[in-house]
Protein backbone atom coordinates (compact mmCIF):
# COMPACT_ATOMS: atom_id res chain seq x y z
CA UNK A 1 0.00 0.00 0.00
CA UNK A 2 1.34 3.36 -0.87
CA UNK A 3 1.88 5.70 1.90
CA UNK A 4 1.24 9.24 1.92
CA UNK A 5 2.55 12.39 3.95
CA UNK A 6 1.75 15.73 3.29
CA UNK A 7 4.16 18.72 4.63
CA UNK A 8 2.89 22.17 5.05
CA UNK A 9 6.46 24.85 5.23
CA UNK A 10 6.06 28.04 6.58
CA UNK A 11 8.92 30.32 5.33
CA UNK A 12 9.45 34.47 6.53
CA UNK A 13 9.21 35.73 2.96
CA UNK A 14 5.55 36.49 1.21
CA UNK A 15 6.55 39.18 -0.93
CA UNK A 16 9.90 38.77 -3.05
CA UNK A 17 8.56 36.76 -5.73
CA UNK A 18 12.22 36.06 -7.06
CA UNK A 19 13.00 34.71 -3.59
CA UNK A 20 9.88 32.85 -3.51
CA UNK A 21 10.19 30.95 -6.73
CA UNK A 22 13.55 30.24 -5.88
CA UNK A 23 12.35 28.27 -3.30
CA UNK A 24 10.17 26.62 -5.12
CA UNK A 25 12.39 25.01 -7.92
CA UNK A 26 14.41 23.60 -4.98
CA UNK A 27 11.56 22.03 -3.85
CA UNK A 28 10.18 21.00 -7.32
CA UNK A 29 13.67 19.51 -7.83
CA UNK A 30 12.74 16.13 -6.03
CA UNK A 31 10.38 14.44 -8.64
CA UNK A 32 6.61 12.53 -7.87
CA UNK A 33 6.40 15.42 -5.17
CA UNK A 34 2.30 16.74 -5.43
CA UNK A 35 1.72 20.18 -4.63
CA UNK A 36 -1.17 20.95 -3.56
CA UNK A 37 -1.14 24.45 -2.68
CA UNK A 38 1.52 27.42 -2.68
CA UNK A 39 0.49 30.73 -0.61
CA UNK A 40 2.11 33.65 -0.20
CA UNK A 41 0.67 36.23 1.40
CA UNK A 42 2.41 40.16 1.69
CA UNK A 43 0.83 41.62 4.71
CA UNK A 44 2.09 38.67 6.72
CA UNK A 45 5.27 38.52 4.45
CA UNK A 46 5.00 34.82 4.29
CA UNK A 47 4.59 31.75 2.12
CA UNK A 48 2.96 28.61 2.88
CA UNK A 49 4.17 25.72 0.95
CA UNK A 50 1.95 22.62 1.19
CA UNK A 51 2.55 19.54 -1.00
CA UNK A 52 2.87 15.31 -0.57
CA UNK A 53 4.14 12.50 -1.65
CA UNK A 54 6.37 9.32 -0.39
CA UNK A 55 7.33 10.17 3.20
CA UNK A 56 10.95 9.47 2.13
CA UNK A 57 10.56 11.80 -1.01
CA UNK A 58 8.81 14.90 1.14
CA UNK A 59 11.70 14.40 3.38
CA UNK A 60 14.51 15.13 0.96
CA UNK A 61 12.29 17.91 -0.95
CA UNK A 62 11.10 20.05 2.35
CA UNK A 63 15.23 19.45 3.03
CA UNK A 64 16.33 21.14 -0.04
CA UNK A 65 13.09 23.33 0.50
CA UNK A 66 14.42 24.65 3.92
CA UNK A 67 18.02 24.99 2.77
CA UNK A 68 17.57 27.43 -0.24
CA UNK A 69 15.21 29.42 2.09
CA UNK A 70 17.94 29.54 4.85
CA UNK A 71 20.57 30.53 2.40
CA UNK A 72 18.03 33.16 1.20
CA UNK A 73 16.05 34.88 3.65
CA UNK A 74 17.88 36.72 6.50
CA UNK A 75 15.58 37.65 9.09
CA UNK A 76 17.29 40.19 10.72
CA UNK A 77 15.49 41.82 8.22
CA UNK A 78 11.65 40.72 8.21
CA UNK A 79 8.87 42.32 8.66
CA UNK A 80 5.30 40.94 9.03
CA UNK A 81 1.92 40.72 10.63
CA UNK A 82 2.20 37.43 11.56
CA UNK A 83 4.02 35.53 14.57
CA UNK A 84 7.19 33.99 13.20
CA UNK A 85 10.70 33.29 14.88
CA UNK A 86 12.88 32.09 11.79
CA UNK A 87 13.23 31.90 8.23
CA UNK A 88 11.48 28.27 8.18
CA UNK A 89 9.19 28.70 10.32
CA UNK A 90 7.15 26.44 11.36
CA UNK A 91 6.92 22.29 9.33
CA UNK A 92 3.97 20.21 10.63
CA UNK A 93 4.23 16.48 8.63
CA UNK A 94 0.65 15.54 8.37
CA UNK A 95 0.19 12.06 7.52
CA UNK A 96 -2.43 11.43 4.85
CA UNK A 97 -2.51 7.57 3.89
CA UNK A 98 -1.34 4.67 5.49
CA UNK A 99 0.76 6.20 7.82
CA UNK A 100 0.79 6.93 11.44
CA UNK A 101 1.65 9.86 13.24
CA UNK A 102 4.53 7.62 15.13
CA UNK A 103 5.78 7.32 11.45
CA UNK A 104 5.43 11.53 11.41
CA UNK A 105 7.40 12.25 14.22
CA UNK A 106 10.16 10.46 13.11
CA UNK A 107 10.41 12.24 9.84
CA UNK A 108 9.73 15.38 11.43
CA UNK A 109 13.16 14.22 13.73
CA UNK A 110 15.01 13.40 10.74
CA UNK A 111 14.50 16.68 9.42
CA UNK A 112 15.36 18.91 12.41
CA UNK A 113 18.56 16.95 12.55
CA UNK A 114 19.10 18.02 9.10
CA UNK A 115 18.61 21.52 9.72
CA UNK A 116 20.37 21.50 13.34
CA UNK A 117 23.48 20.06 11.28
CA UNK A 118 22.85 23.50 9.24
CA UNK A 119 23.65 25.83 12.10
CA UNK A 120 19.69 26.40 12.90
CA UNK A 121 18.46 25.54 16.22
CA UNK A 122 15.11 23.41 16.03
CA UNK A 123 12.42 23.33 18.83
CA UNK A 124 9.95 19.96 18.48
CA UNK A 125 5.92 20.79 18.96
CA UNK A 126 3.09 18.66 19.03
CA UNK A 127 3.46 14.84 18.99
CA UNK A 128 7.20 15.39 18.33
CA UNK A 129 8.02 17.17 21.64
CA UNK A 130 7.93 14.82 25.22
CA UNK A 131 7.81 18.27 27.06
CA UNK A 132 4.35 18.97 28.06
CA UNK A 133 5.23 23.06 28.65
CA UNK A 134 7.07 23.42 24.93
CA UNK A 135 4.61 21.22 22.82
CA UNK A 136 2.29 24.05 21.58
CA UNK A 137 3.65 26.30 18.91
CA UNK A 138 1.82 29.68 20.29
CA UNK A 139 4.42 28.72 23.60
CA UNK A 140 7.28 28.00 21.97
CA UNK A 141 6.92 30.82 19.44
CA UNK A 142 5.79 33.33 21.90
CA UNK A 143 7.76 36.87 21.98
CA UNK A 144 8.78 35.87 18.36
CA UNK A 145 12.25 36.60 16.37
CA UNK A 146 12.90 39.57 18.65
CA UNK A 147 13.27 37.68 22.24
CA UNK A 148 14.46 34.57 20.42
CA UNK A 149 17.76 35.39 21.42
CA UNK A 150 17.22 36.35 25.07
CA UNK A 151 14.67 33.39 25.11
CA UNK A 152 17.42 30.62 24.44
CA UNK A 153 19.70 32.11 27.62
CA UNK A 154 16.97 30.40 29.53
CA UNK A 155 17.71 26.47 30.21
CA UNK A 156 14.24 25.92 29.75
CA UNK A 157 14.63 27.25 26.51
CA UNK A 158 17.20 25.54 24.82
CA UNK A 159 16.60 24.04 21.02
CA UNK A 160 15.98 20.28 20.92
CA UNK A 161 18.39 19.99 17.63
CA UNK A 162 21.37 22.81 16.56
CA UNK A 163 23.45 25.38 18.18
CA UNK A 164 22.19 26.53 21.36
CA UNK A 165 23.19 29.88 20.52
CA UNK A 166 21.25 32.48 18.68
CA UNK A 167 21.59 32.12 14.59
CA UNK A 168 20.47 35.48 13.71
CA UNK A 169 20.11 35.30 10.04
CA UNK A 170 18.01 31.84 10.18
CA UNK A 171 16.41 32.21 13.53
CA UNK A 172 14.73 28.64 14.62
CA UNK A 173 12.30 26.71 13.18
CA UNK A 174 9.51 24.51 15.09
CA UNK A 175 8.63 21.27 13.48
CA UNK A 176 6.65 18.27 14.41
CA UNK A 177 3.42 16.04 13.42
CA UNK A 178 0.00 16.90 13.60
CA UNK A 179 -3.27 15.46 12.74
CA UNK A 180 -4.78 16.75 9.44
CA UNK A 181 -6.21 20.16 10.26
CA UNK A 182 -10.21 20.22 8.57
CA UNK A 183 -11.02 24.16 8.79
CA UNK A 184 -15.05 24.18 8.68
CA UNK A 185 -17.33 27.23 8.70
CA UNK A 186 -20.86 27.77 8.96
CA UNK A 187 -22.84 31.18 8.01
CA UNK A 188 -26.12 31.46 9.77
CA UNK A 189 -29.00 33.43 8.85
CA UNK A 190 -28.64 35.94 11.35
CA UNK A 191 -26.81 39.40 12.17
CA UNK A 192 -27.16 38.71 15.77
CA UNK A 193 -23.05 38.08 16.75
CA UNK A 194 -24.44 37.44 20.03
CA UNK A 195 -26.56 33.91 18.93
CA UNK A 196 -22.92 32.79 17.28
CA UNK A 197 -20.91 32.86 20.21
CA UNK A 198 -23.91 31.21 22.16
CA UNK A 199 -23.59 28.46 19.53
CA UNK A 200 -19.81 28.50 19.69
CA UNK A 201 -19.85 27.85 22.90
CA UNK A 202 -21.95 24.90 22.93
CA UNK A 203 -19.38 23.14 20.03
CA UNK A 204 -15.98 24.08 21.01
CA UNK A 205 -13.56 22.22 23.43
CA UNK A 206 -13.28 25.12 25.66
CA UNK A 207 -16.15 25.47 26.92
CA UNK A 208 -17.56 21.79 27.07
CA UNK A 209 -18.13 21.46 23.50
CA UNK A 210 -16.82 19.08 21.44
CA UNK A 211 -12.78 17.60 22.48
CA UNK A 212 -11.23 18.28 19.10
CA UNK A 213 -12.90 21.69 18.21
CA UNK A 214 -11.64 25.36 18.16
CA UNK A 215 -14.18 27.81 17.20
CA UNK A 216 -14.69 31.47 17.21
CA UNK A 217 -18.10 33.53 16.24
CA UNK A 218 -17.25 36.48 13.53
CA UNK A 219 -19.53 39.35 11.67
CA UNK A 220 -19.54 38.52 8.22
CA UNK A 221 -20.13 42.66 7.46
CA UNK A 222 -21.16 42.55 3.56
CA UNK A 223 -23.20 39.37 4.04
CA UNK A 224 -25.24 40.45 7.49
CA UNK A 225 -24.38 36.74 8.34
CA UNK A 226 -22.62 35.74 11.54
CA UNK A 227 -19.95 32.58 10.71
CA UNK A 228 -19.20 30.19 13.42
CA UNK A 229 -15.23 29.16 12.22
CA UNK A 230 -14.02 26.21 13.55
CA UNK A 231 -10.62 24.52 13.13
CA UNK A 232 -11.42 20.69 13.46
CA UNK A 233 -7.97 19.06 14.79
CA UNK A 234 -9.09 15.68 14.61
CA UNK A 235 -12.04 14.94 12.65
CA UNK A 236 -11.67 11.05 13.43
CA UNK A 237 -12.56 11.35 16.81
CA UNK A 238 -15.05 15.00 16.39
CA UNK A 239 -16.16 13.94 12.99
CA UNK A 240 -18.13 17.11 10.33
CA UNK A 241 -21.54 15.61 10.86
CA UNK A 242 -21.89 16.36 14.24
CA UNK A 243 -20.52 19.36 14.76
CA UNK A 244 -22.57 20.08 11.66
CA UNK A 245 -25.83 18.39 13.44
CA UNK A 246 -25.31 20.17 16.62
CA UNK A 247 -24.99 24.12 15.31
CA UNK A 248 -28.11 23.07 13.06
CA UNK A 249 -30.08 22.41 16.12
CA UNK A 250 -28.24 24.88 18.37
CA UNK A 251 -29.21 27.38 15.69
CA UNK A 252 -32.72 26.31 15.57
CA UNK A 253 -33.43 26.89 19.27
CA UNK A 254 -32.54 31.01 18.23
CA UNK A 255 -35.03 29.93 15.05
CA UNK A 256 -31.84 30.59 12.91
CA UNK A 257 -30.68 28.36 9.79
CA UNK A 258 -27.75 27.66 8.56
CA UNK A 259 -26.90 29.83 4.91
CA UNK A 260 -24.31 27.72 4.25
CA UNK A 261 -20.75 26.27 5.06
CA UNK A 262 -17.55 26.60 3.71
CA UNK A 263 -14.54 24.17 3.65
CA UNK A 264 -11.61 26.43 3.50
CA UNK A 265 -8.00 24.90 1.97
CA UNK A 266 -6.96 21.40 1.68
CA UNK A 267 -9.34 19.69 3.07
CA UNK A 268 -8.30 15.13 3.16
CA UNK A 269 -10.66 13.01 1.43
CA UNK A 270 -11.15 10.90 4.66
CA UNK A 271 -12.82 13.40 6.73
CA UNK A 272 -15.51 12.97 4.03
CA UNK A 273 -16.37 9.59 5.27
CA UNK A 274 -18.21 10.37 8.03
CA UNK A 275 -20.55 11.77 5.96
CA UNK A 276 -21.27 9.38 4.07
CA UNK A 277 -21.62 7.13 6.84
CA UNK A 278 -24.27 9.33 8.92
CA UNK A 279 -26.10 11.00 5.56
CA UNK A 280 -26.87 8.19 3.45
CA UNK A 281 -25.72 4.62 5.46
CA UNK A 282 -22.59 3.69 4.08
CA UNK A 283 -21.53 0.28 4.98
CA UNK A 284 -18.56 -1.00 6.49
CA UNK A 285 -17.74 -2.90 3.50
CA UNK A 286 -16.81 0.57 1.46
CA UNK A 287 -13.72 1.95 1.58
CA UNK A 288 -12.30 5.75 0.54
CA UNK A 289 -9.94 4.27 -1.46
CA UNK A 290 -12.47 2.89 -4.11
CA UNK A 291 -12.72 6.79 -4.88
CA UNK A 292 -10.61 8.24 -7.90
CA UNK A 293 -10.26 11.56 -9.31
CA UNK B 1 -4.68 22.02 -15.44
CA UNK B 2 -4.12 18.53 -16.05
CA UNK B 3 -6.64 15.94 -18.07
CA UNK B 4 -7.36 12.80 -16.78
CA UNK B 5 -8.44 9.68 -18.74
CA UNK B 6 -9.89 6.34 -17.43
CA UNK B 7 -10.25 3.00 -19.41
CA UNK B 8 -12.16 0.01 -18.23
CA UNK B 9 -10.97 -3.01 -20.66
CA UNK B 10 -12.85 -6.04 -20.44
CA UNK B 11 -10.92 -9.15 -22.14
CA UNK B 12 -12.34 -12.44 -22.42
CA UNK B 13 -10.06 -14.51 -19.87
CA UNK B 14 -10.18 -14.39 -16.44
CA UNK B 15 -9.11 -18.30 -15.48
CA UNK B 16 -5.64 -18.46 -17.14
CA UNK B 17 -3.22 -16.02 -14.54
CA UNK B 18 -0.14 -16.58 -16.21
CA UNK B 19 -2.22 -14.99 -19.47
CA UNK B 20 -3.95 -12.33 -17.14
CA UNK B 21 -0.48 -11.52 -16.16
CA UNK B 22 1.25 -10.97 -19.76
CA UNK B 23 -1.51 -8.77 -20.58
CA UNK B 24 -1.24 -6.51 -17.43
CA UNK B 25 2.42 -6.45 -17.96
CA UNK B 26 1.65 -4.92 -21.59
CA UNK B 27 -0.49 -2.17 -19.73
CA UNK B 28 2.41 -1.44 -17.41
CA UNK B 29 4.95 -0.99 -19.74
CA UNK B 30 3.38 2.44 -20.23
CA UNK B 31 4.89 4.58 -17.10
CA UNK B 32 2.57 6.78 -15.08
CA UNK B 33 -0.21 4.69 -15.67
CA UNK B 34 -2.17 4.53 -12.46
CA UNK B 35 -3.84 0.73 -12.17
CA UNK B 36 -7.31 1.29 -9.89
CA UNK B 37 -8.49 -2.05 -10.20
CA UNK B 38 -7.76 -5.51 -11.71
CA UNK B 39 -10.61 -7.77 -11.77
CA UNK B 40 -10.66 -11.50 -12.73
CA UNK B 41 -14.12 -13.67 -12.47
CA UNK B 42 -13.18 -17.35 -13.47
CA UNK B 43 -17.45 -17.58 -13.62
CA UNK B 44 -17.18 -14.90 -16.53
CA UNK B 45 -13.99 -16.00 -17.26
CA UNK B 46 -13.27 -11.96 -17.90
CA UNK B 47 -10.66 -9.78 -16.25
CA UNK B 48 -11.76 -6.21 -16.62
CA UNK B 49 -8.62 -3.44 -16.14
CA UNK B 50 -9.46 -0.02 -14.56
CA UNK B 51 -6.34 2.25 -14.83
CA UNK B 52 -6.74 6.51 -14.93
CA UNK B 53 -4.08 8.99 -16.44
CA UNK B 54 -3.07 11.24 -18.73
CA UNK B 55 -5.09 10.58 -21.94
CA UNK B 56 -2.41 9.72 -24.82
CA UNK B 57 -0.70 7.51 -22.32
CA UNK B 58 -3.92 5.72 -21.27
CA UNK B 59 -4.19 5.34 -25.22
CA UNK B 60 -1.02 4.11 -25.49
CA UNK B 61 -1.29 1.87 -22.53
CA UNK B 62 -4.55 0.51 -24.35
CA UNK B 63 -3.36 0.02 -27.28
CA UNK B 64 -0.65 -1.99 -25.93
CA UNK B 65 -2.99 -3.89 -23.20
CA UNK B 66 -5.14 -5.01 -26.36
CA UNK B 67 -2.62 -6.19 -28.47
CA UNK B 68 -1.38 -8.62 -26.40
CA UNK B 69 -4.65 -9.47 -25.47
CA UNK B 70 -5.55 -10.45 -29.06
CA UNK B 71 -2.12 -12.40 -29.71
CA UNK B 72 -3.12 -14.54 -26.56
CA UNK B 73 -6.29 -15.16 -26.42
CA UNK B 74 -8.39 -17.41 -28.89
CA UNK B 75 -12.17 -16.89 -28.96
CA UNK B 76 -13.08 -20.16 -30.87
CA UNK B 77 -11.59 -22.02 -27.71
CA UNK B 78 -13.83 -19.20 -24.93
CA UNK B 79 -16.40 -20.21 -22.47
CA UNK B 80 -17.81 -18.10 -20.12
CA UNK B 81 -20.96 -17.11 -18.45
CA UNK B 82 -21.01 -13.49 -19.05
CA UNK B 83 -22.02 -12.10 -22.72
CA UNK B 84 -19.05 -11.54 -24.81
CA UNK B 85 -18.16 -11.65 -28.16
CA UNK B 86 -14.06 -10.98 -28.51
CA UNK B 87 -11.02 -11.81 -27.20
CA UNK B 88 -11.14 -7.35 -26.06
CA UNK B 89 -14.70 -7.45 -25.42
CA UNK B 90 -15.62 -3.83 -24.47
CA UNK B 91 -13.22 -0.43 -24.26
CA UNK B 92 -15.20 2.54 -22.54
CA UNK B 93 -12.92 5.26 -21.84
CA UNK B 94 -14.10 7.90 -19.11
CA UNK B 95 -13.76 11.23 -18.71
CA UNK B 96 -12.44 11.90 -15.22
CA UNK B 97 -11.11 15.26 -14.91
CA UNK B 98 -10.99 18.48 -17.10
CA UNK B 99 -11.78 16.11 -20.02
CA UNK B 100 -15.19 16.18 -22.14
CA UNK B 101 -16.95 13.25 -23.73
CA UNK B 102 -16.38 14.42 -27.31
CA UNK B 103 -12.20 14.45 -26.18
CA UNK B 104 -12.92 10.81 -24.67
CA UNK B 105 -15.00 10.02 -28.17
CA UNK B 106 -12.02 10.97 -30.29
CA UNK B 107 -9.69 8.78 -28.21
CA UNK B 108 -12.03 5.60 -28.90
CA UNK B 109 -11.85 6.30 -32.63
CA UNK B 110 -8.08 6.71 -32.64
CA UNK B 111 -8.10 2.97 -30.68
CA UNK B 112 -10.36 1.64 -32.90
CA UNK B 113 -8.55 2.46 -36.21
CA UNK B 114 -5.67 1.10 -34.30
CA UNK B 115 -7.55 -2.30 -33.97
CA UNK B 116 -9.10 -2.19 -37.07
CA UNK B 117 -5.16 -1.94 -38.68
CA UNK B 118 -4.74 -5.20 -36.44
CA UNK B 119 -7.82 -6.71 -38.10
CA UNK B 120 -10.23 -6.85 -35.45
CA UNK B 121 -13.66 -6.28 -36.31
CA UNK B 122 -14.85 -2.87 -34.26
CA UNK B 123 -18.13 -1.13 -33.29
CA UNK B 124 -18.44 2.06 -31.96
CA UNK B 125 -21.00 2.55 -29.30
CA UNK B 126 -22.82 5.38 -26.90
CA UNK B 127 -21.77 8.54 -28.02
CA UNK B 128 -19.27 7.38 -29.99
CA UNK B 129 -21.77 5.93 -32.60
CA UNK B 130 -24.10 7.93 -34.46
CA UNK B 131 -26.45 5.08 -36.14
CA UNK B 132 -29.34 5.02 -33.17
CA UNK B 133 -29.71 1.53 -33.47
CA UNK B 134 -26.27 0.22 -33.08
CA UNK B 135 -25.73 2.53 -29.92
CA UNK B 136 -26.55 0.13 -26.67
CA UNK B 137 -23.96 -2.61 -26.12
CA UNK B 138 -26.41 -5.04 -25.34
CA UNK B 139 -27.51 -4.78 -29.08
CA UNK B 140 -24.27 -4.75 -30.50
CA UNK B 141 -23.60 -7.86 -28.50
CA UNK B 142 -26.92 -9.52 -29.07
CA UNK B 143 -26.44 -13.05 -30.39
CA UNK B 144 -22.52 -12.95 -28.40
CA UNK B 145 -19.32 -14.13 -30.19
CA UNK B 146 -21.43 -17.63 -31.65
CA UNK B 147 -23.61 -15.50 -33.80
CA UNK B 148 -21.22 -12.70 -34.98
CA UNK B 149 -20.00 -14.42 -38.40
CA UNK B 150 -23.77 -14.28 -39.22
CA UNK B 151 -24.56 -11.30 -38.12
CA UNK B 152 -21.61 -9.37 -39.58
CA UNK B 153 -23.09 -10.37 -43.07
CA UNK B 154 -26.06 -7.94 -42.27
CA UNK B 155 -25.53 -4.79 -44.09
CA UNK B 156 -26.88 -3.17 -40.51
CA UNK B 157 -24.06 -4.78 -38.95
CA UNK B 158 -20.74 -3.63 -40.79
CA UNK B 159 -18.37 -2.85 -38.40
CA UNK B 160 -16.89 1.00 -38.13
CA UNK B 161 -13.12 -0.02 -38.48
CA UNK B 162 -11.46 -3.04 -39.58
CA UNK B 163 -11.76 -6.14 -41.53
CA UNK B 164 -15.67 -6.49 -43.10
CA UNK B 165 -15.32 -10.43 -42.70
CA UNK B 166 -15.73 -12.54 -39.24
CA UNK B 167 -12.02 -12.94 -37.47
CA UNK B 168 -12.42 -16.02 -35.81
CA UNK B 169 -9.71 -15.83 -33.13
CA UNK B 170 -10.46 -11.74 -31.89
CA UNK B 171 -13.74 -11.81 -32.70
CA UNK B 172 -14.90 -8.29 -32.96
CA UNK B 173 -14.41 -5.04 -30.23
CA UNK B 174 -16.78 -2.55 -28.99
CA UNK B 175 -15.27 0.62 -27.76
CA UNK B 176 -16.83 4.15 -27.09
CA UNK B 177 -16.93 6.65 -24.36
CA UNK B 178 -19.39 7.24 -21.52
CA UNK B 179 -19.86 9.52 -18.56
CA UNK B 180 -18.37 7.19 -15.14
CA UNK B 181 -20.56 5.30 -13.81
CA UNK B 182 -21.53 5.32 -9.85
CA UNK B 183 -22.82 1.57 -8.58
CA UNK B 184 -25.01 2.02 -5.97
CA UNK B 185 -27.24 -0.17 -3.97
CA UNK B 186 -29.58 0.06 -1.37
CA UNK B 187 -30.50 -2.41 1.42
CA UNK B 188 -34.35 -2.42 2.94
CA UNK B 189 -34.83 -3.83 6.07
CA UNK B 190 -37.75 -6.50 4.65
CA UNK B 191 -37.49 -9.57 3.28
CA UNK B 192 -40.16 -8.83 1.13
CA UNK B 193 -39.63 -8.60 -2.96
CA UNK B 194 -42.73 -6.91 -3.97
CA UNK B 195 -41.99 -4.00 -1.43
CA UNK B 196 -38.53 -3.87 -3.25
CA UNK B 197 -39.89 -4.09 -6.87
CA UNK B 198 -42.46 -1.33 -5.88
CA UNK B 199 -39.86 1.45 -4.66
CA UNK B 200 -37.63 0.07 -7.91
CA UNK B 201 -40.31 1.39 -10.04
CA UNK B 202 -40.67 4.69 -7.98
CA UNK B 203 -36.77 5.71 -9.09
CA UNK B 204 -35.42 3.62 -12.45
CA UNK B 205 -36.30 5.77 -15.83
CA UNK B 206 -38.00 2.32 -17.36
CA UNK B 207 -40.89 2.89 -15.15
CA UNK B 208 -41.17 7.09 -14.82
CA UNK B 209 -38.49 7.12 -12.09
CA UNK B 210 -35.06 9.22 -12.91
CA UNK B 211 -33.79 9.84 -16.51
CA UNK B 212 -30.40 8.37 -15.38
CA UNK B 213 -31.08 5.13 -13.17
CA UNK B 214 -31.12 1.58 -14.20
CA UNK B 215 -32.53 -0.35 -11.09
CA UNK B 216 -32.90 -3.73 -9.90
CA UNK B 217 -34.99 -5.60 -6.86
CA UNK B 218 -33.03 -8.54 -5.50
CA UNK B 219 -33.22 -10.53 -2.05
CA UNK B 220 -30.06 -10.99 -0.16
CA UNK B 221 -30.91 -14.44 1.21
CA UNK B 222 -28.00 -14.71 3.86
CA UNK B 223 -29.38 -11.08 5.40
CA UNK B 224 -33.08 -10.96 5.01
CA UNK B 225 -32.55 -8.24 3.13
CA UNK B 226 -33.85 -6.99 -0.26
CA UNK B 227 -31.71 -4.59 -2.16
CA UNK B 228 -32.42 -2.10 -4.84
CA UNK B 229 -29.74 -2.44 -7.36
CA UNK B 230 -28.51 0.58 -9.32
CA UNK B 231 -26.20 1.52 -12.00
CA UNK B 232 -26.32 5.28 -11.85
CA UNK B 233 -25.15 6.59 -15.66
CA UNK B 234 -24.83 10.39 -15.00
CA UNK B 235 -24.89 11.36 -11.62
CA UNK B 236 -24.46 15.24 -12.33
CA UNK B 237 -27.53 15.24 -13.65
CA UNK B 238 -29.29 12.19 -11.37
CA UNK B 239 -27.37 12.70 -7.91
CA UNK B 240 -26.94 10.58 -5.28
CA UNK B 241 -28.69 12.22 -2.47
CA UNK B 242 -31.75 12.36 -4.62
CA UNK B 243 -32.26 8.68 -4.71
CA UNK B 244 -31.28 7.76 -1.55
CA UNK B 245 -33.84 10.22 -0.01
CA UNK B 246 -36.01 9.20 -2.84
CA UNK B 247 -35.88 5.45 -2.09
CA UNK B 248 -35.51 6.02 2.31
CA UNK B 249 -39.18 8.28 1.72
CA UNK B 250 -40.59 5.32 -0.53
CA UNK B 251 -39.73 2.65 1.33
CA UNK B 252 -41.37 4.56 5.22
CA UNK B 253 -44.76 4.01 2.72
CA UNK B 254 -44.11 0.30 3.66
CA UNK B 255 -42.74 0.71 7.19
CA UNK B 256 -39.35 -0.37 5.44
CA UNK B 257 -36.40 1.12 6.99
CA UNK B 258 -32.96 1.56 4.84
CA UNK B 259 -30.38 -1.14 6.26
CA UNK B 260 -27.56 0.20 5.00
CA UNK B 261 -26.15 1.45 1.53
CA UNK B 262 -23.04 0.03 -0.38
CA UNK B 263 -21.09 2.08 -3.30
CA UNK B 264 -19.19 -0.71 -5.59
CA UNK B 265 -16.33 -0.59 -7.53
CA UNK B 266 -14.17 2.56 -8.35
CA UNK B 267 -16.57 5.63 -7.56
CA UNK B 268 -15.69 9.64 -9.07
CA UNK B 269 -15.04 11.84 -6.16
CA UNK B 270 -17.21 14.60 -8.09
CA UNK B 271 -20.08 12.25 -7.41
CA UNK B 272 -19.86 13.10 -3.82
CA UNK B 273 -20.28 16.83 -4.18
CA UNK B 274 -23.94 16.86 -4.21
CA UNK B 275 -23.92 14.80 -1.16
CA UNK B 276 -22.03 17.68 0.65
CA UNK B 277 -23.91 19.97 -0.44
CA UNK B 278 -27.51 18.88 -0.06
CA UNK B 279 -26.50 17.42 3.63
CA UNK B 280 -23.91 20.12 4.89
CA UNK B 281 -25.06 22.97 2.19
CA UNK B 282 -20.89 23.47 1.36
CA UNK B 283 -21.15 26.59 -0.80
CA UNK B 284 -20.75 27.15 -4.11
CA UNK B 285 -16.75 28.70 -3.81
CA UNK B 286 -15.79 24.95 -2.38
CA UNK B 287 -13.80 23.21 -5.14
CA UNK B 288 -13.26 19.40 -4.91
CA UNK B 289 -10.18 19.86 -6.31
CA UNK B 290 -9.06 21.28 -2.85
CA UNK B 291 -9.90 17.37 -1.71
CA UNK B 292 -6.51 15.29 -1.15
CA UNK B 293 -5.72 11.93 -0.05
Chains 1, 2 share one sequence.
Not at 31 to 46: A, F, K, L, P
Amino acid sequence: MDKVLMAEVNISEGTNIDLVNEVKEALLSVDSIEVIDIDSNGDHNRTVFTYKGNPELVLEATKRLAKKAIELIDMTKHKGQHPRMGAVDVVPFIPVKNYTTEEAVEIAKRFGKFLGELGVPVYYYEDAQEKEYRKSLPKIRKGQYEALEEKMKDEKWQPDEGPKDFNAKSGATVTGARFPLVAFNINLETDNLEIGKKIVKSVRAATGGFTYIRAIALKLEDKNQVQVSMNMVNYEKTPIHGVYETIKSEANRYNVHIHDTELVGPVPLYALRDVLDFYIKISNTFSMDQIYS
